[in-house]
């Protein structure tokens, strides 16, 4: 059983920055691809961004491309979401997710395992 939690989000105003956190346990962490996505009132999710189990493969929407970075921190199962430069469109809640795989993945469908998620509000 893969348990994943986030945390780190909040709310902040236009321009600043969050930084998301992802704690994962029951499995070998180092082993998988992670991805965040995000969902806001209305939508459907989306995704955000996502690495390779070796943090060498990385890929962002084109959105968020120059304002948030991923990297992944295997030794203490965790995986990291630098938001900067955050605008109001931002605002979601954040999930973070397990591929059961080592590369990546950009759908949903993708994904075998979920955080509940952590809300991310930004205001103008």
């Known amino acids: 059983q893969v348990q994943l939690v986030e945390s780190g989000g909040g709310l902040v105003q236009a321009g600043g920055s969050l930084r998301l956190s992802c704690a994962a346990s029951?499995?070998?962490?180092?082993?998988?691809?992670m991805g965040w996505f995000r969902q806001a009132p209305g939508k459907e999710r989306e995704f955000v961004a996502a690495?390779?189990?070796?943090?060498?493969?990385?890929e962002y929407t084109n959105s968020v491309k120059g304002r948030f970075t991923i990297s992944r921190d295997n030794a203490k199962n965790t995986v990291y979401l630098q938001m900067n430069s955050l605008k109001p469109e931002d605002t979601a809640v954040y999930y973070c997710?397990?591929?059961?795989?080592?590369?990546?993945?950009?759908?949903?469908?993708?994904?075998?395992?979920w955080g509940a998620g952590t809300q991310v509000t930004v205001s103008s």
């Open positions: 997710a397990l591929r059961s795989a080592s590369v990546y993945a950009i759908l949903p469908r993708g994904y075998n395992y």
């Open positions: 690495i390779s189990w070796s943090g060498r493969g990385i």
């Open positions: 029951g499995r070998t962490f180092s082993s998988y691809a």
